[in-house]
């Protein structure tokens, strides 16, 4: 139960990192978590530069993994974890492959 718990920070962490990179490759900065998922939704998404999915990709990880840190009495499922693992690859994919272009 606790390695289930201790991977939804990381899988977050990644798309966290990679958000960053694309706000950065637009001259923007943000230090707020908040900040930085509201602007991924309204640069990227609602303008459908990338798939709109990736913001609740974002939205759903950052949940799962305030809940497995901070809400102690909680159950975390592997499966929610799971599915986060699978969403931050595909999301950081997402990412580089923006980038790129």
């Known amino acids: ?10 899988a977050y962490m ?3 990192h990679a958000t960053f990179a694309m706000l950065a490759a637009r001259g ?8 930085l998922q509201a602007r991924f939704g309204e640069l990227f998404s609602k303008t459908h530069l990338v798939d709109p999915k990736f913001h609740r990709y974002l939205l759903d ?17 592997g499966d ?3 599915r986060t693992l699978k969403n ?8 580089e492959q923006f980038l790129r272009e």
């Open 80 to 82: 929610d974890v799971e």
């Open 28 to 35: 923007e900065k943000y230090s707020s978590h908040g900040a």
């Open 14 to 16: 990644a798309m966290e």
């Open 1 to 10: 139960a606790g390695l289930v718990r201790n991977a939804a920070g990381p």
């Open 61 to 77: 990880a950052f949940e799962l993994r305030h809940n497995a840190e901070y809400e102690v009495g909680l159950d975390i499922s």
């Open 88 to 95: 931050a690859r595909e999301f950081v994919a997402m990412a």
